[in-house]
């Protein structure tokens, strides 16, 4: 569903406390596109390395150079990305051997 249908007055999201107005009008959209260049990112950094640990430390270091001084502390992103890896990893591999199958 798209909130910028709405009128909406106040937001309260989860990790990331209200937005108002139009900006959480829009908030819905901004999300899906940033969830969907983020799992490109991780993707494309599986499909290089091939390795999770690999690919994980390179993620958490992406996020922790894009984030807010102690946003996190680099142990949290670490885990966090490493989860986001191994589904990452799973889904991929599912896929490929679904398409050997064909």
Known sequence: MSL???EV???LGEHF???VGTEGGGY???A???TAKT???LEDSYRR???IRKSTEEITKLFLA???ENFLSPEVVGIVAGQMVRHIAKTMKQQSEVGNRC
Do not use: H, I, S, Y
């Open 4 to 6: 910028d249908v709405l």
């Open 9 to 11: 007055e106040v937001l």
């Open 17 to 19: 406390g209200a937005v």
């Open 28 to 30: 819905l959209k901004k």
């Open 32 to 34: 899906m596109e940033e």
């Open 39 to 41: 799992r490109e990112l």
């Open 49 to 51: 390395t091939g390795d």
């Open 66 to 68: 894009g984030a807010p």
